[in-house]
């Protein structure tokens, strides 16, 4: 008896520590997903939706600067605004990137102007909402499209100055024109209207 008793205590303190090491083994994989899965969703999110581009070590979206479809001056010497592209999207939406980069020498601080005249987006702070597309063709008037809290769909919330030699990248997501524009105007303040393709 002592000895069947005393193999049942040891198959069952065997079992007991198989489920513990298999718990262990769960929790950690559950963690490890975890883990992955937030940052996975945050880079495709902060991507905009495209494949190019990439992140800096700080986690900032840096646009795709592989081509530059236009370059503006700005009214201030040594600044200026480098589009690369915009894409449309296909939930029918377009995306502007670009950056805003300071030659000048000194610090560059950004105007309140950029953010737009709407009360309602001023407490998203410093953003790209003033930015609008032109399509003449279609004498069509593109803002910058708002979520569901009337956030603006555009780049928020940068430091209020960009220091010299350094560039602020940008994104900002319009309505797409119909298929039939290929070409739009983009006006922001400070910059000349441009005239930018669509791809």
């Given at each position: 008896?002592?000895?069947?008793?005393?193999?049942?205590?040891?198959?069952?303190?065997?079992?007991?520590?198989?489920?513990?090491?298999?718990?262990?083994?769960?929790?950690?994989?559950?963690?490890?997903?975890?883990?992955?899965?937030?940052?996975?969703?945050?880079?495709?999110?902060?991507?905009g939706g495209s494949d190019k581009g990439g992140?800096?070590?700080?986690?900032?979206?840096?646009?795709?600067?592989?081509?530059?479809?236009?370059?503006?001056?700005?009214?201030?010497?040594?600044?200026?605004?480098?589009?690369?592209?915009?894409?449309?999207?296909?939930?029918?939406?377009?995306?502007?990137?670009?950056?805003?980069?300071?030659?000048?020498?000194?610090?560059?601080?950004?105007?309140?102007?950029?953010?737009?005249?709407?009360?309602?987006?001023?407490?998203?702070?410093?953003?790209?909402?003033?930015?609008?597309?032109?399509?003449?063709?279609?004498?069509?008037?593109?803002?910058?499209?708002?979520?569901?809290?009337?956030?603006?769909?555009?780049?928020?919330?940068?430091?209020?100055?960009i220091k010299a030699g350094e560039s602020l990248?940008?994104?900002?997501?319009?309505?797409?024109?119909s298929e039939s524009t290929t070409t739009v105007?983009?006006?922001?303040?400070?910059?000349?209207?441009?005239?930018?393709?669509?791809?």
């Amino acid at each position: 008896m002592k000895i069947r008793h005393v193999g049942q205590l040891r198959r069952a303190g065997a079992a007991a520590v198989l489920a513990a090491a298999l718990a262990v083994s769960v929790t950690a994989c559950n963690s490890e997903s975890d883990a992955k899965g937030p940052s996975q969703t945050a880079s495709a999110s902060s991507s905009g939706g495209s494949d190019k581009g990439g992140q800096d070590a700080g986690g900032k979206t840096l646009p795709d600067t592989s081509q530059v479809i236009a370059t503006l001056k700005s009214d201030e010497a040594g600044i200026e605004m480098v589009l690369h592209s915009a894409v449309r999207d296909q939930g029918g939406f377009l995306t502007v990137n670009g950056e805003i980069k300071n030659t000048s020498g000194k610090r560059y601080t950004t105007p309140i102007k950029w953010s737009g005249d709407e009360q309602s987006v001023a407490r998203t702070g410093r953003s790209f909402a003033a930015m609008t597309l032109v399509d003449s063709k279609e004498k069509k008037r593109y803002y910058v499209l708002r979520d569901t809290e009337n956030r603006p769909l555009t780049t928020t919330g940068f430091q209020p100055s960009i220091k010299a030699g350094e560039s602020l990248p940008f994104f900002a997501q319009f309505p797409s024109p119909s298929e039939s524009t290929t070409t739009v105007d983009l006006q922001f303040p400070g910059f000349p209207n441009a005239p930018i393709e669509i791809s």
